[in-house]
C-alpha cells in the first residue's frame, strides 16, 4: 500500500500544474520565421507579366498572454524580412524590406494540464515596407523612385506548442498572411501604379520560455 501511495504522489506531481498552460501566464517564443508570398500583380508596364517576390526567413518572436487555460493573445514580431523583387522577363529588378506585426485572439484545444496543446488563431496583420530600392538592372532601365503602401489585413494561424518542463516549450506553427499593397514608380520619369498582393504562408520553429 505505501509503494501504491507514493506512486500516485508521484503520479500527481507530473500532472496538472506540471505542464500547465494556465489563465495569467505569459509565453515568450523565438526562433526562425520564413515567409513565402503567394504574390500576384497587375501587368507590370504592361508586357513584363506581374511581380515575382522571393522567400526570406529571419528571426521571428512572439509573446503570449493567456486569459484562460483556453484563451490566449498573441503579438508577432521579426527582424525585419528582405525580399528580392522582379518580372519574368527582367530578373530581379529591386530590394524591399518589410515588416509584418500580427495580434491575434487564440484557442488552445484540450486542458491546462496537457503537455501537448494545439491551437488555432485569427487576428488582424499591419505590415509596413521599407529600405525600397531598385538594383543596378532596374536603374539601367530607367525605374526610380520605388515606393510601397502599408498593409492591414486578416491574419490565420495554426499551431502546436510541446511543454518540455514547467519553464521551457518548443513550438511549430503556420500563419497566412492577407497582404495588398500598391508598387510605386518612375519609368522614363513616367509614373506607374502596380496594385499587388503577397498573401505570404509564414512558417515559425521556436522555443519558448513561460513567466
Do not use: C
Not at 158 to 172: A, F, P, S, T
Not at 180 to 190: I, P
Not at 203 to 208: L, P
Amino acid at each position: 500500500m505505501k509503494k501504491i501511495a507514493l506512486a500516485a504522489v508521484i503520479l500527481s506531481s507530473l500532472s496538472g500544474g506540471a505542464w500547465a498552460h494556465e489563465a495569467g501566464e505569459f509565453f515568450i517564443r523565438a526562433g526562425s520565421a520564413t515567409v513565402r508570398p503567394t504574390e500576384g500583380s497587375d501587368n507590370v508596364l504592361g508586357s513584363l507579366g506581374g511581380f515575382n517576390v522571393d522567400n526570406n526567413t529571419q528571426m521571428g518572436l512572439t509573446l503570449t498572454y493567456m486569459a484562460t487555460d483556453n484563451v490566449g493573445v498573441e503579438l508577432l514580431a521579426a527582424t525585419p524580412f528582405r525580399h528580392k523583387v522582379g518580372t519574368g522577363p527582367t530578373g530581379d529588378i529591386a530590394t524591399v524590406h518589410q515588416l509584418p506585426p500580427s495580434l491575434m485572439a487564440q484557442w488552445y484545444f484540450g486542458d491546462s494540464s496537457s503537455k501537448v496543446r494545439p491551437y488555432i488563431g485569427a487576428g488582424v496583420n499591419y505590415t509596413t515596407f521599407f529600405d525600397e530600392s531598385f538594383n543596378d538592372t532596374g536603374k539601367d532601365a530607367g525605374l526610380s523612385d520605388l515606393s510601397l503602401k502599408d498593409s492591414w489585413g486578416a491574419a490565420g494561424q495554426v499551431g502546436l506548442d510541446y511543454l518540455i518542463n514547467r519553464d521551457w516549450l518548443i513550438n511549430m506553427s503556420v500563419w497566412y498572411m492577407d497582404i495588398d499593397t500598391e508598387v510605386k514608380f518612375k519609368a522614363g520619369g513616367v509614373q506607374q501604379n502596380v496594385n499587388t498582393r503577397l498573401d505570404p504562408w509564414v512558417f515559425m520553429f521556436s522555443a519558448g520560455y513561460r513567466f
